[in-house]
């Protein structure tokens, strides 16, 4: 069953140049909004750094 992400908010993890062309990817598979967490601002290792990631998708 295809999931509809034109309405969806999508957080790509992984290394910075990966980041960037999932996120054209993500652009071309029709998503709008694609969220890439920035290590300087959320530490994807620690428990708190992916709550806080998840709970602000980036809006601050």
């Known amino acids: 069953m295809p999931i509809d992400l034109a309405a969806r908010r999508v957080m790509v ?8 062309s999932a996120s054209s990817a993500g652009c071309a598979a029709g998503c709008r909004d694609v969220f890439v967490p920035r290590s300087a601002e959320y530490d994807l290792v620690q428990r708190d750094g992916v709550v806080g990631a998840l709970r602000t998708g980036g809006r601050r």
């Open 13 to 20: 993890t992984g290394v910075p140049a990966f980041s960037v």
